[in-house]
């Protein structure tokens, strides 16, 4: 009887975790209108940017294409474009406020903290531009957080 206690506390602390992450599809988008409710000024920074527009960047033959909506988003994904899980992580798990608030537990369960190698996902060498992807100058186009001053970007 003990042992099999044993085996299913072991088989619960190793399962759980993957259940968490594998549980992190596409269906756990909740999309930056839920994220306004707590980030008024991020959410205010990202509706008047090129990310939020990015899906109707593309000509209305490719909207629908995988190889282009992966990094401009669809007018499908909520609001359309790139939005804040588009670069945070989904936020089915981490988007509750008592998770935000452990800054730990919330990146064990999916938050994601933006570094230039988050950026150059989508910011390649052979996505159309007209400039090349200079993340020090744009970093500072989309940052936005509870701190008054502009820090130093993050690299990796």
């Not at 509706?47 to 960047?57: G, L, N």
């Not at 282009?68 to 994904?77: L, V």
């Amino acid at each position: 009887m003990r042992s099999w206690l044993v085996v299913g506390l072991v088989g619960i602390a190793i399962g759980l975790p993957i259940i968490v992450f594998a549980d992190q599809a596409g269906s756990d988008y909740l999309g930056a209108s839920s994220c306004k409710k707590c980030h008024p000024t991020a959410f205010a920074i990202w509706e008047k940017s090129a990310h939020q527009r990015a899906h109707v960047a593309l000509p209305e033959d490719r909207r629908n294409d995988t190889r282009c909506i992966q990094c401009h988003g669809s007018s499908a994904n909520l609001n359309g474009g790139v939005q804040c899980e588009s670069c945070h992580g989904t936020g089915k798990h981490y988007a509750k406020r008592y998770v935000m608030k452990d800054k730990e537990l919330a990146r064990i369960v999916g938050l994601v903290d933006v570094t230039e190698k988050t950026c150059r996902r989508c910011h390649t060498g052979s996505t159309p531009s007209i400039q090349p992807f200079e993340w020090k100058r744009l970093w500072l186009l989309v940052f936005h957080g509870l701190e008054k001053a502009k820090p130093e970007p993050a690299t990796k």
